[in-house]
């Protein structure tokens, strides 16, 4: 919803500090974030069209710095702009990045450029608080850092509105099976269908999901209580 890369930075690492302050000191946080082109067509959050044209500022990633322009059809590089921040301290203090992960998308859809490698993945960052946190290594021992997953779709009960970038479940599933202790809590603010509160429930943890919107609010929680979903969440 920003107009520009930087204050979309600036807005997570806001977000970002505020998780800090109520994670447990062995908690994680786990962040799924995926890239975007600085592209000459518009888009629903308004940073393509935003970095093509405007002023000469609007096209600057940081602030302050003398390479900070990025060029059309360009990465932004926003996913990783934003772990660096975390480990600047821009987001509440010290964090310590434990890992990254790709989200192989082995259903990715069509990607329709004929000019550069089709990106068909998603970044998982794991950060703790310090050195010192929870990990299940009979769970953790399972996962590596390549995570070959089909995209899903939704299962929405009758009256909920749609999202357009739903995650499966089995990306939280295993995130809080390896990292949340079994009666632990885990928040998610952007909580967007409730796929995490969901995959908490399912694993016997305590779901909270939070969102601007109150529409996915609402999706959230019909869809985190509706039978069927339970189900397909527990068979994950």
């Known amino acids: 919803m920003e107009p520009t890369p930087a204050e979309f930075l600036d807005a997570l ?11 447990n000191p062995g908690g994680s946080l786990f962040f799924n974030f995926n890239d975007k082109y600085n592209s000459a067509a518009s888009n629903q959050n308004g940073l393509g069209a935003t970095l093509q044209g405007g002023s000469h500022d609007s ?5 302050g710095s003398t390479v900070d322009l990025v060029p059309v059809k360009s990465l ?3 996913p990783w702009r934003y772990a660096i921040g975390l480990l600047d301290g821009k987001a509440g203090g010290e964090w310590i990045l434990r890992s ?3 989200w192989n998308k082995t259903n990715g859809m069509p990607d329709p450029a004929r000019d550069r490698a089709a990106r068909k993945h998603e970044y998982l960052f794991h950060f703790t ?12 021992v399972k996962l590596k850092s390549v995570w070959d997953l089909p995209t899903e779709s939704l299962l929405l009960p009758t009256g909920s509105g749609k999202h357009p970038a739903p995650f499966p479940l089995a990306i939280p599933a295993a995130l809080i099976r390896g990292w949340c202790p079994e009666g632990g809590v885990v928040l998610d603010p952007f909580g967007g269908s409730g796929t995490t509160a969901l995959a908490a429930w399912a694993n016997g943890r305590t779901g ?3 969102d601007l919107s109150q ?17 397909r969440a527990l068979n994950r």
């Open 100 to 102: 990254d992960m790709i």
């Open 59 to 63: 096209n600057r990633i940081g602030r």
């Open 215 to 231: 529409d996915y609010s609402t999706t959230a929680l019909r869809r985190s209580s509706d039978p069927k979903n339970r189900e």
């Open 76 to 78: 932004l590089g926003l």
């Open 208 to 210: 909270i999901s939070l």
């Open 13 to 23: 690492w806001t977000v970002t500090a505020e998780c800090r302050r109520v994670l």
């Open 129 to 140: 608080k310090n050195g010192k946190h929870f990990a299940n290594p009979a769970e953790v």
